[in-house]
């Protein structure tokens, strides 16, 4: 077995680890379930992928997303790994060859979205393969507390009674408490051993800015402060109109979503690491997997929906271990956007089951069939046919998801593909009997070689160039050629798609769980409310509530954030500052010296200090609290210690 050291080096080129990714490795090539919490940038897929490596076996990787899962894929690929992948984005024929390869074949790596572990032909198939390790990445999606819940998740915990004694690895990079426990309980975690990396980067700056003008506010931060930037946006028509904005104000930018084609995410994402572009607009689709260490701002402007995903966000900032800030832009207008996306991100009842209804009449599907079937989702039409607000017709998708009814992908875009399903001298018999067919067939053939054996990605753009056709006329043969079953044709698209986890349900069967819905809406709705105090806090330090939420404890306030540098600005000298802080506590002290065992009052306090600043002497007071120096409870004033 290689040494882990000469596995990293081999593939990744370093020659030492990140903190805890070695002890981590160390305890899943023990054979432990082991729970990893590392921020942001902190390293976690080298967690899973060194030890898979390590040892004979391919290693199963569960993800949310699947632009995610594309990218590890590609990466892995271009150093030299075998990975595949398996998610709802594919053909079912491209499903069964890839698991058919993992059984046969030599791959390290399966990716899989967490829809297909329930899947018979998944359940079949990963019982004859020699599994290694099973990962879970944005493991919080697994708990009812985490941001971001995904029941698909809880399958996983099924899959390890087809695979027994084989390690489980969950990562995250923001877990409270509560998800902890979750996450370990529903994974039925043993010989459990837990790794914990402090939530606190002390090298960003937290900054809120109030402003009635968020774009020229973008565009003077973006002049002002050097180096790369990310700002994230909520909607996709966004991202391209505010690269425009910055663009005209001689700030190079770019934009990234989801939806774009994989030759213009790739383009705009190559552009903004190469430093072509400094600044890069982007949903939140942006980012994962992509490691730029020199990151010196991300601007969020637009509300993030909860704490942990302003965290991982923020935290793309800076990996490289220099000053980048974090800022939020707002204004009364985004904090009643906030509440109305909440409101409608839970549309009543009645709605959700109208379009559960309306989701099977569209794909024509009989009650009791389309189990684990997937097809392309287009919004715009699905409204058109059916009196539905798109916004309405997401938030129902996202409760059924909840409820594991059926499954809405992310949108990315998926090229063309195709395989022949007949053997050489059946195509051969075909052709001599359908000419009209022929050249197209002897194209595909010189072109695009292994289409006997797998998908293959091909252009119908370049097709019908050499051909001298037009595109939907070679669209039209393929489709042709597809119905003849002689190929398997899947067009390409950049909609997401629907999977139907179950078989469709009759009317009077539909019902909403509790839990998928009053909990969920009642956990978001408190993460809204940690966002909104967040922004409004003018009084404690930024760090100090960030790790608060994550139930750490800040050593000190971080003296850099917008509320330290607005508190260290008391138009006093540090000698001044000191001489306050002393005198103060020294008066506290000398009370309690008196014998008295009641506290001081802070009106007895402002007498005594002699100041004539009220607002100085309130500073002095907040600044000494959040030390941990002084409590003070209603009126009254304690020492501590």
Excluded at 48 to 64: D, N, R
Excluded at 271 to 296: C, E, H, L, Q, S
Excluded at 548 to 565: L, M, P
Excluded at 580 to 587: D, G, I, Y
Aim: proline share 3%.
């Amino acid at each position: 077995m290689a040494t882990i050291h000469h596995i990293l080096q081999k593939y990744w080129g370093y020659s030492t680890f990140r903190p805890l990714q070695e002890d981590i490795i160390n305890s899943v090539l023990s054979g432990n379930d082991t729970l990893a919490l590392l921020p942001t940038g902190g390293g976690k897929s080298i967690c899973y992928q060194v030890p898979a490596l390590a040892k004979e076996g391919i290693c199963i990787v569960v993800s949310p997303l699947i632009s995610l899962i594309k990218d590890q894929v590609e990466t892995l690929r271009a150093n030299g790994i075998i990975a595949v992948s398996v998610h709802s984005g594919l053909h079912k024929r491209e499903i069964d060859i890839a698991l058919d390869y993992c059984v046969y074949g030599k791959p390290k790596f399966l990716f899989v979205s967490p829809e297909r572990l329930e899947t018979e032909l998944f359940k079949v198939r990963v019982q004859k393969m020699k599994v290694n390790l099973i990962a879970i990445d944005e493991a919080h999606c697994i708990s009812h507390w985490g941001y971001d819940f995904r029941p698909s998740y809880l399958k996983i915990a099924g899959i390890r009674n087809l695979l027994p004694g084989v390690p489980v690895l969950a990562l995250t990079a923001t877990a409270t408490p509560e998800v902890v426990e979750d996450i370990k309980e529903k994974l039925a975690f043993k010989n459990a051993q837990t790794f914990f990396q402090t939530f606190e980067r002390t090298n960003l700056i937290y900054v809120c800015r109030k402003t009635d003008n968020k774009i020229e506010e973008l565009k003077n931060i973006c002049s002002k402060l050097k180096g790369t930037g990310i700002v994230y946006v909520r909607n996709r028509r966004r991202t391209q109109e505010l690269a425009a904005e910055l663009n005209k104000a001689t700030i190079s930018a770019g934009f990234y979503h989801a939806g774009l084609p994989t030759v213009e995410r790739e383009r705009a994402q190559s552009d903004w690491k190469k430093d072509y572009t400094r600044v890069i607009v982007a949903t939140n689709a942006f980012g994962m997997g992509i490691d730029k260490a020199d990151v010196r701002f991300v601007i969020h402007f637009d509300l993030p929906e909860a704490p942990e995903a302003y965290y991982q966000e923020a935290g793309r900032g800076g990996r490289d271990g220099k000053i980048s800030y974090a800022i939020i832009l707002h204004n009364q207008n985004d904090v009643e956007e906030l509440t109305y996306f909440h409101e409608a991100g839970f549309p009543d009842k009645e709605v959700i089951r109208k379009v559960y209804i309306s989701l099977g009449n569209y794909y024509k599907l009989a009650v009791g069939s389309g189990e684990a079937e997937s097809f392309v989702f287009d919004i715009e039409k699905f409204c058109k046919i059916y009196p539905f607000k798109p916004i309405e017709v997401l938030s129902s998708l996202k409760i059924l998801e909840l409820d594991a009814i059926v499954d809405l992908s992310d949108a990315v875009f998926s090229p063309s593909r195709i395989k022949f399903e007949v053997t050489n001298l059946e195509l051969y018999n075909f052709q001599l009997k359908n000419a009209s067919y022929d050249n197209l067939i002897k194209l595909l053939l010189r072109k695009y070689p292994g289409l006997f054996d797998e998908f293959v990605k091909i252009k119908e753009a370049d097709l019908a160039t050499l051909l001298k056709l037009s595109i939907n006329d070679i669209r039209q043969k393929l489709k042709e050629l597809s119905q003849a079953n002689i190929i398997k044709y899947v067009e390409q698209t950049d909609l997401p798609f629907v999977t139907f986890l179950k078989p469709r349900l009759p009317e009077r069967s539909f019902t909403i769980s509790k839990m998928a819905y009053d909990l969920r809406k009642a956990n978001a709705l408190k993460r809204i409310d940690a966002i909104k105090r967040y922004i409004s806090n003018h009084d404690t330090c930024r760090n100090t509530v960030l790790l608060a939420y994550f139930n750490e404890k800040a050593k000190q306030r971080c003296g850099k954030c917008d509320v330290c540098v607005t508190q260290n600005k008391l138009e006093l000298s540090n000698i001044e500052f000191d001489r306050l802080v002393s005198h103060v506590l020294q008066k506290i002290a000398t009370r309690h010296a008196e014998g008295k065992k009641e506290p001081i009052t802070l009106q007895e306090l402002n007498a005594v200090t002699e100041m004539t600043d009220q607002q100085k002497l309130i500073k002095i007071i907040n600044w000494l609290v959040e030390s941990e120096k002084i409590t003070v409870k209603g009126n009254l004033v304690y020492l501590n210690g």
